[in-house]
């Protein structure tokens, strides 16, 4: 199986939230098609969901497209023998990859990995950590004790109309790491539809789930993995 890095810049400023479905492959690749496994990723291998990718054969003879799931996976068969483009469109923009997939005639069948990593520069005027706000385990309902927090982020927003946030979710490291990526989304966006709910505007809100990717304390003790475990409020404006 070949691996393949591709790398794309940007910045972030405002993006819809994920749909948190997991695409189940059901393809499998012939004498004469490849399975392409496409994997979205930033650098720091934290998958974009919702991204859609855009293959067109050089030839002009085929165009096929996708939608990347939460753990920016897309599955695609296609072609030996021809040489593909690739445009992936996110936050508003369509970002051309430079390269081309080219899939050469092989004997036999096979499958290839092609992953797209593109390199996140966020554009946040600043990070708060939500306090007393947290989840039992593998739950993402808003317990009554943590909607003073929330409440009061709601009363922040509702006095700086120009603020826009992302709800930024964070699990340790126990446990499968997709898991935990789905978990944390199912959370963040539970805090977002609390916002939401009192009345905020959906434009000025965003959420997105970290899983375990990016801790900032060891996962190595108790009292460290409770401080991953966290809610971080992203300010994009203000």
């Not at 940007?10 to 994997?39: H, M, P, R």
């Not at 946030?165 to 966006?189: F, M, P, V, W, Y």
């Amino acid at each position: 199986m070949v691996n393949k890095y591709i790398y794309v810049v940007f910045f972030i400023l405002f993006y819809s939230i994920s749909s948190n479905a997991q695409i189940v492959n059901t393809l499998k690749s012939s004498e004469d098609s490849v399975l392409v496994n496409f994997i979205i990723t930033d650098l720091d291998s934290v998958p974009i969901e919702n991204a859609r990718l855009v293959i067109t054969a050089t030839d002009k003879s085929l165009v096929k497209e996708g939608m990347s799931d939460v753990s920016g996976k897309y599955y695609m068969l296609l072609p030996e023998g021809k040489s593909y483009n690739m445009v992936v469109y996110k936050f508003r923009t369509d970002f051309p990859i430079v390269e081309l997939l080219t899939l050469t005639i092989e004997k036999g069948r096979y499958s290839f990995d092609q992953e797209i990593r593109i390199k996140l520069i966020r554009d946040y005027a600043r990070m708060f950590t939500l306090d007393n706000v947290y989840f039992d385990v593998n739950k993402w309902d808003i317990k009554p004790e943590c909607t003073y927090a929330i409440d009061n982020l709601y009363n922040t927003l509702m006095m700086n109309s120009n603020m826009k946030i992302e709800i930024a979710g964070h699990t340790d490291s126990d446990g499968d790491a997709k898991d935990n990526l789905i978990l944390s989304q199912h959370r963040s966006e539970s805090v977002m539809n609390y916002l939401i709910k009192m009345g905020l505007d959906p434009k000025r809100v965003q959420a997105k789930g970290y899983g375990e990717y990016k801790p900032i304390a060891p996962n190595d003790s108790a009292p460290n993995k409770a401080m991953n475990r966290r809610t971080e409020i992203r300010v994009l404006d203000e």
